[in-house]
């Protein structure tokens, strides 16, 4: 079995918000309707190549932790996505979790990564 890649430690600290696209905007919407339906600490949605979406909670089980940004990630992976255009997680924290920054760049190297507040406003965007 394949070795898998270090996961960084660093915690990319979102630039100044970038101006959502309406698409980009919808991705909020879903990510807060993830976390708030099951009130879980983060919410995330991605937007794949075919303009599919994916939204997913964090999940903290004794056997398994999930950030919500991977499991929204291994959902478009799942389904056949090869590339993301897009990703947004709403959580409380001020910067974005390198693990779930890791799922992302797996797929994309330059999509917008958007860090928004529970309230759904858009506190940062991680282009790196």
Request: aromatic share 0%; net charge negative.
């Amino acid at each position: 079995m394949p070795e898998s890649p270090a996961v960084p430690a660093a915690r990319p600290t979102p630039s100044d918000p970038a101006e959502l696209s309406a698409e980009d905007g919808k991705l909020v919407i879903l990510a807060r309707g993830a976390r708030g339906r099951v009130g879980a600490v983060e919410g995330a949605a991605v937007r794949d190549q075919d303009g599919r979406t994916y939204a997913a909670a964090s999940v903290a089980l004794p056997s398994l932790t999930l950030t919500a940004l991977q499991l929204a990630v291994a959902s478009a992976v799942a389904a056949g996505a090869s590339r993301l255009e897009a990703a947004v997680v709403v959580t409380e924290a001020s910067t974005l979790d390198g693990s779930g920054h890791a799922a992302v760049r797996d797929l994309a190297p330059d999509a917008p990564i958007h860090v928004a507040a529970p309230d759904g406003t858009v506190l940062g965007t991680v282009v790196e």
